[in-house]
């Protein structure tokens, strides 16, 4: 099973507020990343992390910001949440490298309704 | 970056194999093949990965071709609970840990 985690599950907020999506893995895992999906979409690379202090953006455009302080640790942040911003966010990581291609690992996902 | 082609959408019975087909014309030399199911409202979960010819685990069976160009996902005798969607990706190998998702296969199984 992986232990990968996401808070908060479910995100209820108005315009406006700055709003943070945790995520947490244990696994040691270098390489990190946020998906976002609508329901019965398909999932699109908001943002990833090689490693500590490496970030980048993914294929489709966010207003999102991500750190990576910590090789554990994941965030993603808002910082003026709008109705657009409305979708799941879906975090995952692998131990992937060079010549080893190892497995995304996803966590339950964070599901952000903004009114 | 390899792009992947899916069906959007299969049916199948109850007991039937089932066979779900990824494009992948610009695989790069070190790019492994993956994939994925996905039920509703949750994280996708790994099936099974390959580099090249067959590969085989306690689900299912992934054949790929001599040029790589794609690859067949075999779902022996498939129950109702393997409606879902799956996801073909491929990378991370040397080119890329970037790793984008294609529109996916859904796949409906009816008894």
């Known amino acids: 099973e992986a232990d990968i985690y996401q808070t908060p599950r479910y995100l209820v907020i108005g315009t406006g507020k700055k709003i943070t999506l945790e995520c947490s893995q244990t696994?040691?895992?270098?390489?990190m990343y946020w998906y976002q999906q609508d329901p019965g979409m398909e999932l699109h690379l908001i943002h990833y992390s090689y490693g500590v202090n490496s970030t980048e953006k993914g294929d489709l455009s966010s207003e999102s910001t991500v750190s990576r302080i910590r090789t554990e640790h994941f965030p993603l942040t808002l910082e003026s949440a709008r109705p657009s911003h409305t979708s799941q966010y879906l975090c995952?990581?692998?131990?992937?490298?060079?010549?080893?291609?190892?497995?995304?690992?996803f966590g339950e996902g964070s599901r952000l309704t903004v009114l | 970056l390899a792009k992947t082609t899916q069906p959007i959408s299969m049916d199948s019975y109850e007991g039937q194999e089932v066979n779900i087909t990824c494009s992948h014309n610009n695989i790069a030399t070190n790019d492994y093949i993956t994939w994925y199911q996905q039920f509703p409202s949750q994280g996708p979960r790994f099936i099974i990965q390959g580099y090249k010819t067959k590969v085989t685990n306690e689900v299912a069976s992934l054949f790929i071709p001599a040029d790589r160009k794609s690859s067949t996902l075999s779902l022996p005798r498939v129950s109702l609970s393997d409606t879902a969607v799956y996801y073909c990706?491929?990378?991370?190998?040397?080119?890329?840990?970037?790793?984008?998702f294609g529109s996916g296969t859904r796949l409906l199984v009816r008894p």
């Open positions: 990706l491929v990378g991370a190998g040397d080119s890329s840990y970037k790793l984008i």
């Open positions: 696994m040691g895992h270098d390489k």
């Open positions: 995952a990581s692998s131990a992937l490298g060079t010549g080893f291609a190892g497995e995304l690992f």
